[in-house]
């Protein structure tokens, strides 16, 4: 029997059947990306089980390194606290350079229950010690390292940096992009605002801000915080209260309103 074209008919195509079966092939194939990402982030994780590439002094229970990692090196001189999370393409580095014997003390130190945002970097040429419980937002500079520019007939790029310690006391919170430069000395539960350039000593319980940073408020054992907050402290959610309380208590406060 001739086929349909031999008469000079033409057999509709229904676009919608390949228009369904692209969509089901692009959200198949978008599945398994999403699912071999996960694979890969979660294979590449860092963990006192599962070290990777790397050979840290110390490595805590609990403390993962997400994937990608950013640049490390000096690792046997970078002890990591427990319960540490470090974000993706965070910089842990300990030295100048990578390779160099520096001696039998660490260099970098994470306490325990420290949080560095995404991006962050740590450059601890000599000694750099954060507490426990820090939280740096993401993109966040530490560094123990700053050019030189003494002589004024050499670029600053080669003349030899000069290195000074540092210290973040524990319980701080570390602003987005925020810079803490060599010799900054952080007291306990410091705020440290976002985009802020830190030098020198910061006392226990302040917040600074700017660049050069400055104490713009300060707990005062006496007075409280000085200049007073302008918004009431939060209120903790009482133990035993379950997600479903709290979503029938929003809605009796909408209802309320």
Not at 142 to 147: A, E, F, I
Not at 221 to 231: F, H, I, S, V
């Amino acid at each position: 029997m001739a086929g349909t074209a031999e008469y000079g008919v033409r057999v509709p195509i229904n676009q919608n059947v390949f228009s369904s079966l692209t969509a089901w092939r692009r959200r198949a194939v978008s599945r398994a990306v999403h699912r071999g990402a996960r694979w890969v982030r979660e294979t590449g994780a860092v963990t006192a089980e599962r070290p990777g590439p790397y050979r840290f002094r110390r490595i805590g229970t609990g403390t993962r390194l997400a994937f990608p990692q950013g640049t490390v090196f000096g690792d046997p001189w970078i002890e990591l606290g427990a319960h540490c999370i470090v974000g993706q393409d965070v910089t842990l580095t300990a030295g100048m350079m990578p390779d160099l014997d520096l001696g039998p003390d660490p260099i970098l130190t994470l306490g325990n229950g420290v949080v560095l945002g995404r991006g962050s970097h740590v450059i601890a040429d000599v000694r750099l010690t954060i507490g426990d419980d820090c939280f740096f937002g993401p993109g966040v500079y530490v560094t123990t390292t700053n050019h030189s520019y003494d002589d004024p007939e050499t670029p600053v790029g080669k003349q030899w940096p000069r290195t000074d310690p540092v210290v973040i006391g524990p319980g701080g919170w570390i602003g987005t992009g925020a810079v803490i430069l060599p010799g900054a000395r952080l007291g306990r539960n410091v705020v440290v605002a976002a985009g802020a350039v830190v030098r020198g000593e910061v006392p226990d319980h302040a917040v600074v801000a700017g660049a050069p940073a400055r104490i713009v408020r300060r707990w005062e054992p006496a007075e409280g915080w000085q200049p007073p907050l302008r918004t009431p402290a939060p209120v903790p959610i009482p133990e035993g209260v379950t997600p479903e309380q709290l979503v029938a208590l929003g809605e009796w406060d909408k209802a309320q309103g």
